[in-house]
């Protein structure tokens, strides 16, 4: 109960209270949108094969064989993207504001407010959890050793799965909060062009207001 408990709340940190991204909206500057990329490297442990060992009754005959693995280290390539307004890095929620994709922008904003919802709820059910794991175990050491009472402990077991479950939709619905893509990186891309071919014509909306989201 009590490394459970402990367990808990060093999870805590790691699920946090999610929030709308706040922050000064970046101005339009007239210079194109573009979504780049670039690949990142990272070195990645896995567990391969590497071999076999036969095992050999005292006949010789191969009985049984069991396969022999090690760990090894191996440098993964990954590609990451970018919006930009020239030179200057910016979120992709300016990217659509700026471009005037206002379809866009209305989802962006749709899943970023249903992952502070979601969040919000895993929360709740993970306080509700925690809880009820007290009072389980509060009611397990209140039964007496003739008369043991089962109650405490399945209070304890259902209130730590759903601390648990709690926990997760916390943390999801967190990262779907602050996503730095939420949307694909294809719809970027037709956002961008969208705006430098209006930019290229002189027809490029101006648009200094509206929601937006600081850099990531």
Known sequence: ??????????ALPLVGCASLPEGP?????GEPLSVREKTETALVNERVKVGEVEHKNSYGQTVARSDVYA???RMVHYQVWSAY??????????????????????????KRESGVTLNRI????????????VGGYALSTQSKPDQPSYTGTYLMVGSGLAASVGGLLAYFGKAKASAEH????????????????????????V??????????
């Open 1 to 10: 109960m009590r490394l459970s408990s402990l367990l808990l709340v060093l």
């Open 122 to 133: 895993g929360l709740g059910i993970l306080a509700a959890g925690v809880v009820g794991m």
């Open 71 to 73: 760990n090894q280290t």
């Open 207 to 216: 648009q200094t207001t509206g929601a937006s989201y600081p850099q990531r």
């Open 85 to 110: 307004q020239g030179e200057q890095k910016i979120a992709d929620d300016d990217l659509y504001r700026i471009a005037n994709d206002k379809a866009a922008s209305a989802e962006v904003m749709d």
């Open 182 to 205: 939420p949307l694909e990186q294809d719809r970027a891309h037709a956002a961008a062009a969208s705006y430098n071919r209006a930019l290229a014509t002189g027809s490029a909306p």
């Open 25 to 29: 909206p970046v101005a339009p500057t």
